[in-house]
């Protein structure tokens, strides 16, 4: 039995009205609402945080880290997301967000952005290689990853095999800080600035990795407060050594394949829109991409539902700003020397989520399938819901899996509920008689 694994994205039980908003938008079908709650499948549940965006009772939560965490070591390193900088409405430089990061507790910062730049190096190295599938599908939004693991587990070998940018950007960071401190690597917390619950659910239960360089992740929502006074009183830094427009592009779809691969790749941003071409690139209408960039978030990951600022508006400064940078390309930013100086491939396959076994043994789980399917047949096919599941397929299954009844379909109980009603006028007729 798989040991339960650890989830970002939790419910808060006070709040949640049982009304199955959230049932319907997400995208793994990893909710019920049993009781008057909703439950959150622990072995379906990506933590893409759709969720969260839909729940009108604010009952889906993420958690992170606070900045009180930093405290844990003896120094803190702050990694921001490239989309951090599109939080703030006309910035003009990057540098001086990482300066208010400073100022809020850090030691120290670190692009992830240049992280990009490193990773965009190493999967263009990795295109060059022959015999590999396609397209090859981006590996940096973690909920598009355990998304192929749950509902397209054909397609794992497509997966680039490169760390996320934040994880290369960690072990960057790391090794710079204490070889200009002098210290031990052990003393010194790596803290990712995140617009998502499912990049702190990578670091806790990390995709590829078998331990992550993270130390933890801080909500942008959360600390885009602290921030904000302190950026208009920074100054331009003349030593300051920015990543590329394409690393910093990377907070907004299509920057990644834009970096990667702009001759024949594909972006897709919404999870929903990323199932769709899931589906095609498993069924082979996609073999003519090279590579495909997904992401789970409208926008990408300035869409993220732990970001501040609107998407669209978001997506906009990140433009603006980018439009301000060199045009240097990573491939002649980063040396080739770092793609060998820092561990690049992942050193864990992605694995199969094998949560929608029926059962381990294959025969008991044939004979659940066949009467599983006995099941859908006698249900009306509406999707409705109502049962707490959502779909009747599903339904179906919770009924073989032991958690409810055929009479949780309210379809079904005013179908026997009618009978009844009729056998009972029968009687009383038959007892007038």
């Known amino acids: 039995m798989e040991e339960r694994r650890y989830h970002s994205v939790r419910l808060d039980k006070e709040r949640c009205k049982g009304c199955t908003n959230c049932l319907r938008h997400c995208p793994t079908e990893a909710i019920r609402v049993r009781g008057g709650r909703a439950h959150i499948l622990d072995n379906l549940c990506i933590d893409c945080g759709e969720c969260i965006r839909v729940c009108e009772y604010h009952a889906k939560v993420a958690f992170t880290d606070s900045l009180a965490n930093i405290k844990a070591y003896k120094y803190s390193i702050a990694l921001p997301a490239p989309s951090l900088y599109g939080q703030f409405r006309g910035l003009k ?147 300051f050594v920015p990543a590329t427009r394409f690393g910093v592009g990377w907070a907004t779809s299509s920057g990644e394949a834009s970096a990667v691969c702009p001759e024949n790749s594909l972006s897709v941003d919404g999870i929903e829109n990323v199932i769709r071409v899931l589906e095609e690139v498993e069924n082979n209408k996609l073999s003519d991409l090279v590579f495909l960039e997904g992401n789970a978030c409208i926008g990408g990951c300035v869409g993220g539902p732990l970001t501040f600022e609107n998407n669209f508006v978001s997506k906009n400064a990140i433009r603006h700003l980018v439009e301000q940078m060199p045009a240097v390309h990573p491939d002649t930013d980063v040396p080739i020397s770092m793609l060998t100086k820092y561990a690049m491939r992942c050193d864990e396959p992605f694995r199969e989520n094998h949560a929608v076994a029926l059962d381990e043994n294959r025969a008991e789980a044939m004979r659940k399938m066949k009467r599983m399917n006995e099941i859908i047949e006698r249900l009306p096919g509406y999707d409705c819901g109502s049962c707490g599941s959502p779909t009747c397929a599903t339904f179906a299954e919770d009924i073989v899996r032991g958690f409810c009844t055929e009479m949780d379909c309210i379809h079904l109980m005013r179908e026997r509920l009618q009978v009844m009603a009729q056998q009972m006028v029968e009687l009383a007729q038959t007892r007038r008689e």
Do not use: W
């Open 93 to 239: 430089r990057p540098e001086y967000v990482l300066e208010a990061l400073k100022r809020v507790g850090f030691d120290d910062v670190f692009e992830v952005a240049r992280g990009a730049d490193v990773v965009t190096r190493a999967i263009r190295e990795r295109l060059r290689e022959p015999d590999l599938p396609r397209p090859l599908i981006s590996s940096a939004c973690p909920a598009v990853v355990r998304l192929i693991q749950v509902r397209f587990p054909d397609l794992l070998d497509n997966i680039v095999d490169i760390r996320q940018p934040m994880e290369v950007a960690a072990a960057i960071a790391r090794a710079e800080f204490c070889k200009k401190r002098d210290c031990d690597p052990a003393d010194v917390g790596c803290f990712f600035i995140t617009p998502c619950p499912a990049k702190m659910t990578a670091i806790r239960t990390p995709i590829g990795q078998k331990h992550s360089d993270l130390s933890g992740a801080i909500s942008m929502m959360d600390i885009y407060g602290m921030l904000l006074p302190h950026i208009n009183e920074m100054q331009s830094d003349p030593d």
